[in-house]
């Protein structure tokens, strides 16, 4: 069972940046794909970034490709979300997951964090 633990959301304003990170509990955290999801009042949750296991493959979502960059650290059990030029309509809660199936789909995650609010202002 993996635990994941969310960190680093708040409010923003348009145009600025945070830097979400992820904590895993679990010693093997190196042999999953890590992702980020969002989710906002009234919506679905949507895809944002992957990264496979090793840090060698990563994958976004059009709407934040060139300003979203994920990241991990298997060191230090943890995987980053930096999120920069960030809009209004970034606003949501944003989850990280864990995944020993393939990291572009979202049904293949199995263990979820309890998501961290980010908030960006106009």
């Known amino acids: 069972q993996v635990q994941l633990v969310e960190s680093g959301g708040g409010l923003v304003q348009a145009g600025g940046s945070l830097r979400l990170s992820c904590a895993a509990s679990e010693r093997t955290f190196s042999t999953y794909a890590m992702g980020w999801f969002r989710q906002a009042p009234g919506k679905e949750r949507e895809f944002v970034a992957a990264i496979s296991w090793s840090g060698g493959s990563t994958y976004y979502a059009d709407s934040v490709k060139g300003r979203f960059t994920i990241s991990r650290d298997n060191a230090k059990n943890t995987v980053y979300l930096q999120m920069s030029s960030l809009k209004p309509e970034d606003t949501a809660v944003y989850y990280c997951?864990?995944?020993?199936?393939?990291?572009?789909?979202?049904?293949?995650?199995?263990?979820w964090g309890q998501g961290t609010q980010v908030t960006v202002s106009s």
């Open positions: 997951a864990a995944t020993s199936g393939s990291m572009y789909y979202l049904y293949e995650y199995d263990y």
